[in-house]
């Protein structure tokens, strides 16, 4: 090799390459076969010429990749080497496969230094995700295990390995590229004494692969959020508080919003049409207008084309009041969030009892979930919901104070950060002066990120100014969740520590 001259050229392999690839067999695996009959090679490049891949410096083979399509579910379970082939040598390479098998990558020993072999890995992610597969299988030799053998077990060498207290050549090139072991897989290749036999079947999970629809909901990749800073203003009726969250809701709607999120309470002015009523009296009152207000959002929803996080209203169910989000779908379908954690003014004041159900919610712009006020500040609840599958969270709040915002403000931050989701909180300002207990409201609304490179540096896409009705805009590109949640520079939800603790919820 002339280091000064190298010039490296990734390409599709050929039957021309067969001699030199059957030369780079021999010199890397003497010990296990050496090279691959010819017709090996002609079934690979006849069947798959795609995941045939090597590189070349100045026309001379210096590292090779061998790949084909296999059925996931088939080969992510214990297998052996020779249920990869077929009594004539033949790979059994599976056309309508859903997933990629690595059969081998081999680097000449004069090129290793030159990182050919994560070159060739990241050309098979390429492919893996262009096919949209689950993944990349692979059975991983532990060459290196023979000279551990009779210190530790098969495991307790993986273990090592995988702490880096070990160095295996084969393992450790497999998990620095981004593989996990998904399993220790026995008698994969008998013949193969430095492994003792042993293999590890290893994964690559294609976070962006995007299975069969199996759901009503198709979801976007990038979801448009629109958030309602609103200003309490007198009602005169159900019609006027109606016509004043339409105004919203139409301007929304003409940005192509996919959700408009209304603050907790909103429709509290309506509590101003009687008067010296106790607050007990008033918040029942005020649940009156809920169904009606409930079913003229739905219909907006789907008037305006938009998926409605209807803040959130007082409703009497059973002779107890609950604080419900409502959200309505532009399909026209509905469902309901009740706000669990109830704050001591809101118990004293006005009576109202938590609920019991939590979930995430399918929409057509992603899955989201949905915690009033009070309730963020509570991680474990969405802690539930990421575990579930929780993309975005909206937060609908009511606060009086600065410092009472900032506790709603930090914890969805934080929540954001933890859960590694997007957080939209939306609340409301001004004041009713003929309502009780309806001080005056402070507010910032905003929408949140994870704190990462993929998301802005301060982990805020948009927010409001303060105490000033306006509405928010913010794109949320749900890919990058995917991403954060594989390949972040820090991995929340991968990261934590299930042997020491776990989180579980009660069925209500």
Known sequence: MAEESTKLRLRTLTMDDYPQLARLMNLVYPDIGGAWPKKTLAALTGKFPEGQLGIEDHDELVAVALTIKVSYDRFSNPHRYEDLITENQIHLHDADGDALYGLDVLVHPEYRGYRLGRR?????????????????????????????????????????????????????????????????????????????????????????????????????????????????????????????????????????????????????????????????????????FTPEIATALSDMAVS???????????????????????????????????????????????????????????TDAGRIGILICYDVEFPELSRILAEEGMEILFVPFWTDTKNGYLRVRHCAQARAIENECYVAIAGSCGNLPRVDNVDIQYAQSAVFTPSDFYFPHDGIISEAVPNTEMLVFADVDLEKLKLLHKEGSVTNLKDRRKDLYTLSRKKP
């Not at 299988?137 to 880096?164: F, N, T, W």
């Not at 005169?236 to 105004?247: A, G, K, M, N, W």
């Not at 309901?336 to 004293?348: A, D, G, L, W, Y």
């Open 120 to 288: 060739l890995y990241e050309a098979r992610k390429d492919l893996c995700r262009e096919e949209n597969l689950r993944g990349i299988l692979a059975g991983g030799r532990l060459p290196g295990y023979a000279g551990q053998a009779d210190k530790m077990s098969v495991m307790e060498y993986i273990d090592q390995v995988e702490r880096q207290k070990l160095h295996d050549p084969i393992l450790s090139f497999q998990l620095s590229n981004g593989f996990d072991v998904k399993r220790l897989l026995t008698r994969y290749l008998p013949e193969d004494s430095k492994s003792r036999g042993y293999a590890t079947l290893l994964e690559w999970d294609n976070i962006l692969y995007e299975p069969p629809a199996t759901s009503d909901y198709v979801s976007k990749s990038v979801a448009r959020i629109g958030v309602v800073q609103r200003r309490m203003r007198a009602a005169r009726s159900v019609e006027d508080l109606l016509s004043q969250v339409e105004f919203f809701v139409d301007a929304l709607s003409d940005y192509r919003a996919d959700f408009c999120v209304l603050p907790e309470f909103f429709s509290a002015p309506l509590m101003g049409l009687e008067l010296d009523m106790s607050s007990l009296d008033a918040i029942r009152f005020l649940s009156g």
């Open 304 to 362: 305006y084309n938009i998926n409605i996080i209807a803040g959130s209203m007082p409703l009497v169910d059973d002779g107890d009041v609950y604080n419900v989000a409502y959200l309505c779908r532009r399909d026209g379908t509905v469902e309901e969030q009740r706000k669990i954690h109830i704050t001591p003014s809101e118990r004293r004041d006005w009576g109202i009892e938590g609920g019991n159900n939590l979930q995430v919610f399918e």
